[in-house]
């Protein structure tokens, strides 16, 4: 059974510019969840996809938007970086409803 | 919406100790709330997890107990280890049953 992959593992960008985080879910989960971790703060829910459709979303700006594909891979999309969006981005595979297992995250610095 | 408080914010035990650590939630919709363990640059990792149906699950040295009536739920780890030593965040599913609402994360060490 292959874990959840996230992709790159670090990245710096600077105000103004976008970015996109990559995540492969564990192998059979249907549902992607992506969390903002500040430092030395609990992860933060952004939104969750389940067959390729937004199933709920946390207190973020439209500037945050996702993907998923048909094999259950998701993307984060993050337009118009501010200081304040560095922190670890964790996406997190499941079944609805299930146990959600996180993966190694990325880390963003935006200069 | 949810809230999940959490406390303490750091824990000292010496090896061998047990550690108790608590969670109240506001939202009595809630029904499953799992416990994560985070190293230093690790993700965070399920340890244990309980549903409302239930009042206690243990798993080894490590148990959680709810009580749905106060809105509490508490980790218990005893016989305490070294590499135990790491942040555990409380988290509780929302009632739409998609996000996890996670406390502030309590800094658990463990000296030998």
């Known amino acids: 059974e292959t874990g959840v992959t996230q992709s790159p593992t670090h990245l710096i960008k600077t105000r103004g510019q976008q970015v996109t985080l990559r995540c492969s879910s564990q192998s059979g989960h249907n549902t992607v969840s992506w969390y903002q971790q500040a430092l030395g703060q609990g992860p933060q829910f952004i939104f969750q996809?389940?067959?390729?459709?937004?199933?709920g979303r946390g207190n973020f700006p439209p500037r945050f938007s996702g993907l998923q594909f048909p094999n259950y891979s998701s993307e984060l999309n993050v337009n118009a970086l501010e200081l304040d969006d560095s922190a670890l981005y964790l996406c997190?595979?499941?079944?609805?409803?299930?146990?959600?297992?996180f993966g190694p995250g990325t880390r963003l610095l935006v200069l | 919406g949810e809230n999940v408080e959490q406390h303490p914010s750091t824990l000292s035990v010496q090896e061998g100790d047990s550690a108790v650590i608590k969670c109240t939630y506001s939202?009595?919709?809630?029904?499953?709330f799992p416990w994560y363990k985070q190293e230093l640059g690790k993700r965070p990792q399920l340890i244990i997890d309980i549903r409302s149906n239930v009042g206690e699950k243990k798993d080894q040295r490590i148990a959680v107990t709810l009580n749905k009536t106060a809105k509490h739920f508490s980790l218990h780890i005893t016989e305490t280890q070294p590499e135990d030593s790491a942040v555990y965040f409380c988290a509780a599913l929302d009632q739409a049953g998609t996000a996890l609402i996670f406390g502030k994360g309590t800094t658990l060490s463990v000296s030998s």
């Open positions: 996809y389940y067959r390729e459709e937004e199933n």
């Open positions: 939202d009595s919709a809630s029904n499953y």
């Open positions: 997190a595979s499941s079944f609805p409803m299930e146990p959600q297992y």
